[in-house]
C-alpha cells in the first residue's frame, strides 16, 4: 500500500514511471548495443564474405543475392534480437512484479484524450521494442473500436530498429545537437501519435469513452520461468512475422539496387532515387 501511494499517484506515479522507462531503455542500449555491433561485424560479415569467397567462380548476380541480400536480411533480424531479448526481458520482469498495472494505471488518464483506457498503453508501450508484438498484443482489449485505434496508431511509436537508424544518422547531421535532436523526433512522434489517436477517436467513436477497471496485483517476486516463456514467445512472433518481411524486402532492395547496369549509380533505385 505505501509502494502503490506513490506508483499510482496522478504526479509522482508519472514521474516514477519515466524513470522507470529511462532505466528501461538505458538498460536495454548499454547491454544491446554492444552485441549488436559484435553480431554485425563477427557473424553477418564474416558470413557474407565467406559466401562471396565459396562463390567466386559462380555467376555474379547469385553471390551478390545471397551474400547481399538474402544473408543481409537474416543478419537485419539477428542483429535486432538482442536489444528485443533484452527489452522483453525487463518488460516482462516489470509485468511479473506486477508494476507495469500500476502504470497502466497513471496512464488512464493521459489515453482518454483518444478514447482509450490504461490497457492500450501496455500494447502501445510494446511498440517501443517493436511495433509487430504492439500490433499482436492489442488483442487483451475487449472493445473492438478501441482495439483498432491501438492497432492503428501503436506503429507511430519509434521502435528499436528506427531508434537505432535516429542514434546512427543524427551525429552525422546535427553533430554536438544529435542528442537533442534524437530526443526531439522521439517526443515529437508521440505527439503525432497522441494527435491521431484523437482524430481517430473522433472519427470511429464520436468522443465516445470506454471505461475502465481492472484489479491492481499484489507485488511478488518475479518468476524467471515465466518471463523466460514470455520472451521466447515475443521473439519467436517477431522472427515468424517481420522475419520474413524483412528477408524478402532485402532481397528486393538488392536486386533493385544492382539491375539492369550491375552497379548502384546505373540502377533502378537510382533512377527512383
Known sequence: DRIDRLATHPLWGMLLL?????????LTYAIGAPL??????????????????????????????????VVSGVGTVLTLLPILTIF?????????????ARAAYVMDRFMHLMGLHG???????LGFGCNVPAVMGARVIESPKARLITILTAPIVPCTARMTVVAFLAPI??????????????????????LVGILLHELFLGGEHTVFIMELPLYQKPNLKVIGQGVWQRSADF?????????????ILWALSHFPGGGIESSYLAFFG
Do not use: C, N
Open 18 to 26: 519515466v524513470s522507470v522507462l529511462g532505466l528501461l531503455f538505458w
Open 88 to 100: 522483453f526481458a525487463l518488460l516482462g520482469l516489470l509485468e511479473d512484479v506486477g508494476y507495469m
Open 173 to 194: 547531421f546535427f553533430m554536438e545537437h544529435a542528442m537533442w535532436v534524437s530526443w526531439g523526433l522521439i517526443v515529437l512522434s508521440l505527439v503525432v501519435l497522441t
Open 36 to 69: 549488436q555491433s559484435w553480431l554485425e561485424t563477427h557473424v553477418v560479415q564474416a558470413a557474407a564474405s565467406w559466401l562471396r569467397a565459396s562463390l567466386e567462380q559462380a555467376p555474379e548476380w547469385l553471390s551478390g543475392v545471397l551474400a547481399d541480400g
Open 119 to 125: 490497457k492500450s498503453f501496455l500494447p502501445i508501450f
Open 239 to 251: 522472427l515468424k512475422t517481420a522475419g520474413s518481411i524483412i528477408l524478402v524486402v532485402s532481397v
